[in-house]
């Protein structure tokens, strides 16, 4: 007896057709899991961010655009860098209005909790002297700040307010990514060199590093792909055929 016919009935189509593939189709919005699985990551993520930096300062080889000017800051003021990291971070955030952008709650953690973790760091960890010490610490501030950039990019809870300052350029002005984000670090490197911050091996390393270090791990962290896509569509968009940032 041919059970073709009671199978259509009972499934709704012939026995020997194949199941509708039910993945989203390329460039299709995924839905966010909860934040409250998304959570832990980015709170991790920013304490690593944190430690990272604080390695890089007690390495004593350079630091990122970013932290020299926090650094230079910190030596003109007498405040320490993560505290200087955490009142810069205030009136970036205003910036973003008038350039359209909106922060969401993990950029709000961003400020305060990778300036509290950069100065609990500094505390903990004890500056290195001789060469070999110092450039260990550094590569290995490099790549926790990298990891540590996977993990809260992929809980995708809000840029941070630096970064929100470069897409709201690009948004506003029609910057490239790549423009507005040589535009505003070089801008960063050079202030915070005439303050007194430290450029050195670790700010070229930093430079050429973090960018593979993040693009290896926000795709482990990124468990849902829609933050890799984002990020590969934007590439894309601004440099075709160009990987990495």
């Given at each position: 007896?041919?059970?073709?016919?009671?199978?259509?009935?009972?499934?709704?189509?012939?026995?020997?057709?194949?199941?509708?593939?039910?993945?989203?189709?390329?460039?299709?919005?995924?839905?966010?899991?909860?934040?409250?699985?998304?959570?832990?990551?980015?709170?991790?993520?920013?304490?690593?961010?944190?430690?990272?930096?604080?390695?890089?300062?007690?390495?004593?080889?350079?630091?990122?655009?970013?932290?020299?000017?926090?650094?230079?800051?910190?030596?003109?003021?007498?405040?320490?860098?993560?505290?200087?990291?955490?009142?810069?971070?205030?009136?970036?955030?205003?910036?973003?209005?008038?350039?359209?952008?909106?922060?969401?709650?993990?950029?709000?953690?961003?400020?305060?909790?990778?300036?509290?973790?950069?100065?609990?760091?500094?505390?903990?960890?004890?500056?290195?002297?001789?060469?070999?010490?110092?450039?260990?610490?550094?590569?290995?501030?490099?790549?926790?700040?990298?990891?540590?950039?996977?993990?809260?990019?992929?809980?995708?809870?809000?840029?941070?307010?630096?970064?929100?300052?470069?897409?709201?350029?690009?948004?506003?002005?029609?910057w490239s990514i790549r423009r507005a984000r040589t535009a505003i670090e070089l801008s960063a490197l050079g202030l915070g060199f005439l303050f007194g911050g430290t450029v050195g091996l670790g700010t070229v390393v930093f430079a050429f590093g973090i960018g593979p270090i993040v693009g290896w791990a926000l795709p482990i962290f990124d468990q849902t792909?829609?933050?890799?896509?984002?990020?590969?569509?934007?590439?894309?968009?601004?440099?075709?055929?160009?990987?990495?940032?």
């Amino acid at each position: 007896m041919d059970e073709r016919p009671f199978s259509r009935l009972t499934t709704g189509r012939p026995a020997d057709s194949r199941p509708a593939d039910r993945r989203p189709p390329a460039g299709h919005p995924v839905a966010a899991p909860p934040i409250a699985r998304r959570l832990p990551g980015l709170l991790l993520g920013l304490v690593a961010f944190g430690l990272g930096i604080a390695l890089m300062v007690q390495a004593d080889l350079g630091l990122g655009p970013w932290e020299v000017l926090h650094q230079g800051l910190a030596r003109w003021s007498g405040l320490e860098i993560g505290t200087v990291s955490i009142l810069l971070g205030l009136p970036i955030l205003l910036l973003w209005w008038p350039l359209g952008e909106r922060p969401g709650i993990g950029t709000l953690l961003n400020v305060v909790i990778i300036g509290a973790a950069t100065n609990v760091g500094i505390g903990l960890v004890p500056i290195q002297h001789e060469l070999p010490g110092q450039a260990l610490m550094m590569v290995a501030g490099v790549v926790v700040i990298g990891i540590g950039s996977g993990l809260y990019l992929g809980a995708d809870l809000g840029p941070g307010p630096r970064d929100g300052l470069m897409t709201g350029l690009h948004h506003r002005f029609g910057w490239s990514i790549r423009r507005a984000r040589t535009a505003i670090e070089l801008s960063a490197l050079g202030l915070g060199f005439l303050f007194g911050g430290t450029v050195g091996l670790g700010t070229v390393v930093f430079a050429f590093g973090i960018g593979p270090i993040v693009g290896w791990a926000l795709p482990i962290f990124d468990q849902t792909g829609r933050v890799v896509r984002r990020r590969d569509l934007r590439i894309l968009e601004e440099s075709p055929g160009t990987l990495g940032e």
